[in-house]
Every structure is written in C-alpha cells, then in structure tokens.
C-alpha cells in the first residue's frame, strides 16, 4: 500500500524558477494537505483541500498555488522560487476531518540559491 | 488564535527507562482533539497517540500514554521501556472541532535520543 507519495525528494532551485512539487494518494481520502517544515519549527500549513476542485489557503499561502482535479492528486506549485521557501515541505491526506489523523508523505527537501 | 508549546527541544533517555515529554497550549474551545506525532530520521511523520478533550480517561497505545490535564492545558507524552526505535522527533498538535476546522497546530517538536 504506497498512501501519500511526493516527488521529488529533493531539488535545488535558483531564484526565480518555478516548479511543481508532487503529491499522490491513493487511499480515497477527501482531505489533503501540504505543510512546510523549517528548522527548529513545527509544521506550517501551506494550503489545503477539502475534495477534488475545492482548495483554500492555510497559514503561509503567499509563493504557492495548488490544484486539486482529482481526488488522488494535489500539487503545489512554486512560481518565482525565494529563498525563504527554502523548506521541507510535506504532503498529507486525512479520511476524516474531526480525527485529526494525518498520513503524511516523505516529504520533499527544496533549496532555493 | 490555538498555540502549542513544546518546551524541550531534546530529550534523551536510557533504552528500557520511561521518558515524558510536555507539551502545553492555549485554547478558548471547549472541544478538541489533541496529538503526538512521531518523526524518525527517515522523516514520514506518523500519529502516535490521539486525546479528545471530550474524554476524561487517559489516551494509551501499548508503551505510549498521555497524561491530558484540560485545566491546567497540558498534554504530556510518556514512553515506557524505551526502545531504540523510539528515537525521532516528536510533535505535540492540536486540532479543534469546529465543522469547518481542517487545521492541526503543531508545536517546534522534541527530539528524542534513546542511549542504549
């Protein structure tokens, strides 16, 4: 059973490019999450997604955008890479809202120089 | 706003010696859900232990049980006989009750080192 797949696991950026970061479930979840982890901190939520076509912003939106056309699937996208985002970013599916209970990927180290 | 406190950022404990690790937060609701997610040097986090609020009793899953004190906001995390394989990062989160309330909270984490 693979759950919540990322790609890729790691990548360097330069200032300015863009990039997709990957996001597969496939444990029929509704809920879908994508969280950045910086040193020292805990988790932040970047966006998320209550069912295929419904997304909204979480804590630290601004540089990202995400889609969800699929129940499976839920990228998020990086436009004009700062170093700020540099992070490790995790993806996360739930089957239920009010459990709490999150799968999580492996999560994806980006470097932005 | 909900904030989760983690006030030790590492801990260590001796294989097969019990280890407790605090968490505190701050809440106006009266409903909740509280947790301790786990982080092992392969970084794929995985819930360890579940609270509702709701509950008076004591959440436990096999070697790991919480000491919930609603009053007081405190969620501590208590691992007996350690294992080496308990080595990780440990995040406390919290998580309301609200129907549209999707979001978890988490605190900075506690690293634990388990010393064989």
């Known amino acids: 059973n693979a759950g919540v797949t990322q790609t890729p696991k790691f990548r360097i950026l330069k200032i300015g490019q863009s990039m997709t970061l990957q996001c597969t479930q496939d444990?029929?979840?509704?809920?879908m999450y994508w969280y950045r982890q910086d040193p020292g901190m805990g988790l932040k939520l970047i966006y998320y997604s209550v069912g295929a076509g419904i997304t909204d912003k979480g804590e630290v939106p601004n540089g990202y955008n995400v889609s969800r056309s699929t129940t499976e699937d839920f990228p998020l996208r990086l436009e004009l890479a700062a170093p700020s985002q540099t992070s490790v970013y995790f993806c996360?599916?739930?089957?239920?809202?009010?459990?709490?209970?999150?799968?999580f990927g492996e999560g994806s180290r980006l470097t932005v120089l | 706003a909900q904030t989760v406190t983690q006030s030790q950022p590492e801990m260590s404990v001796q294989e097969a010696e019990t280890v407790t690790l605090s968490c505190t937060y701050d809440t106006s609701e009266s409903d909740y859900y509280l947790f301790w997610y786990k982080q092992p040097p392969s970084r794929q986090m995985i819930l360890v232990i579940r609270?509702?609020?709701?509950?008076?009793q004591n959440a436990t899953e096999n070697r790991f049980s919480v000491n919930f004190q609603k009053a007081a906001k405190s969620f501590s995390l208590k691992i007996s006989d350690s294992q080496l394989g308990d080595a990780a990062m440990y995040f406390c989160a919290y998580k309301g009750s609200g129907g549209s309330n999707y979001k978890l909270t988490f605190g900075k984490g506690t690293l634990l080192t388990v010393n064989p």
């Open positions: 609270q509702e609020a709701y509950k008076q």
């Open positions: 996360a599916s739930s089957a239920r809202a009010y459990t709490g209970e999150l799968f």
């Open positions: 444990m029929n979840h509704n809920y």
